[in-house]
């Protein structure tokens, strides 16, 4: 069901962990499934120069968080709050549709660690509010499915 | 690669001998049971013949067994076949939260259609209380149907009680067994049942076929129309192959019964000790002696479960979980919900089911490798790491 893409990024995730004394972190949980994800951001002259994440979910979410940290690693603070949660989930060649869904906690959480460093650095904080992610590109819920 | 298959209540492998009777009623004695020619005859005494080792697998009479297309037809006919056939009597029906979505849609349906039903409790454990069964009853009720035994996490329902319970009140009563034949001693009269229902595809049998047990005098309307098969319970032409494919299973579950038990019982234990070994944290789900002997249902706190069985795929392993995650509609097991299990320990679930062919040796394969999955996907978790810091 899932991608060669999905299944290398779940079975060799990048950039697990979390980063001590983080310049900026973002936790979200998603109110789908009840999964959770924490992204810490390290910043240097406005770009990320290191990211990691904890996930608690599934293969789609372990995968997700993956490429979204490997999507904004070295970019500047403004490409990657534009990194959305469509971008990921094509990264990895598409997700299935019932897990739509779980690509959405990747980009929300990224983007919550770059607010969370913006208002950090209050000078910067007007700036923050300019960041508002690419808006109407969140996924709704794709429902469907039996059981066994 | 090792291969483990420990996903049995979901299905069984098709037994050697079960596949040669299916064969030949493919090959050679393939007529049509109603037919009066040899052809016929043929295929008639083939399905005579199973429907008498089904009735001696549960202790029924041969006339009192209706083969349907499966679990799922057996109970559906079970069900609507008493709402349509006792409509006029009463509107109400008494069944559990933990059942079967065979039963439980079923239920549902009927609810559509106008009639009424209660979906009882059950406790911690997924048991059922008699008492609340009592209670539930009025004057109106006209079938209460609770599951012999739990398919995800094994819990064995009290089931000669509620049936007491039901004649004393004259309610017709039906059970689930899909899970419980071959597992636990039924028989329909010492249990007191007036329907029960199973399946071949659990016993080592083939897909696509099942039985209603249909106690004598118990009426029931149809849910197929046609020709005069199955004494006008469930027109169409016999599925054959699969009917005498079922014939087999049954005759097999009921000689091997003894050794099959014990066998699932020792490797169920052992797996589920190779396991607490080596993971901690871990949690069992389900009544710890009330439960079937191939079932164990378990809790890895703070992993998800499709991540932990997709791991367990890639090493060979085939297990099944109750987390959100992994359901269609994202939501957990009903069941586990039902139990009052949190929803993110039911996140964790797992459901491993030993079948004839698990070894010693799987269950050490099976311990070792999901420790180094929970310690990889735990390593990975904000909960784990959360909790230890
Ligand atoms: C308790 C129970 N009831 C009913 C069924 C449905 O049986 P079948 O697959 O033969 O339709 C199953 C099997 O999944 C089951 O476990
Ligand atoms: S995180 Fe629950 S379905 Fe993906």
Known sequence: MYSQKVMEHFTNPRNVGEIPDPDGVGTVGNPVCGDLMKITIRVKDNRIE???FLTFGCGAAIATSSMVTELVKGKTLEEAMQVTNRAVA??????????????????????????DYLSRNDGRK??????????????????????? | MRRVYLDHAATTPVHPEVVEVMRHYMLQDWGNPSSIHSFG??????????????????????????FTGGGTEADNMAIKGTAWELRNKGDHIITSAVEHHAVLHTVEWLEKQGFRATYLPVDEYGMVDPGDVERAITSSTILVSIMAANNEVGTVQPVAEIARICREKGVRFHTDAVQAVGQLPIDVHALGVDLLSLSAHKIYGPKGVGVLYVRRGVRLTPL?????HERKRRAGTEGVPGIVGLGKAAELARLQFDQRVEHYRRVR???????????PEVRLNGHPTERLPNNLNLSVLYVEGESMLLNLDMKGIAASSGSAC?????????????MGIPH??????LRMTVGVSTTEEDTAYVGESLGEIVDRLRAMSPLWNARVR
């Open chain 1, 90 to 115: 094509e990264a990895l060649d598409g997700l299935p549709p019932i897990k739509m869904h779980c690509s959405n906690l990747a980009a929300d959480a990224l983007h919550e660690a770059i607010k």
């Open chain 2, 326 to 338: 992994t359901s269609g509609s994202l939501e957990p097991s009903h069941v586990l919900l039902a």
């Open chain 2, 269 to 279: 234990d052992l797996l589920w000790e190779r396991i607490r070994e080596r993971v």
């Open chain 1, 126 to 148: 007007a700036a923050g509010e300019t960041y508002e992610g690419a808006p109407g590109d969140r996924e709704v819920d794709e429902r469907g499915g039996g059981s066994r």
């Open chain 2, 41 to 66: 005859r043929e295929a008639r005494a083939g399905v005579d013949e199973a429907r008498a080792k089904v009735a001696a697998l549960i202790g029924a009479d041969p006339e009192e067994i209706v």
């Open chain 2, 224 to 228: 197929l129309h046609g020709g005069a």
């Open chain 1, 50 to 52: 290191d990211i990691k």
């Open chain 2, 344 to 349: 993110e320990v039911a996140h964790g679930s």
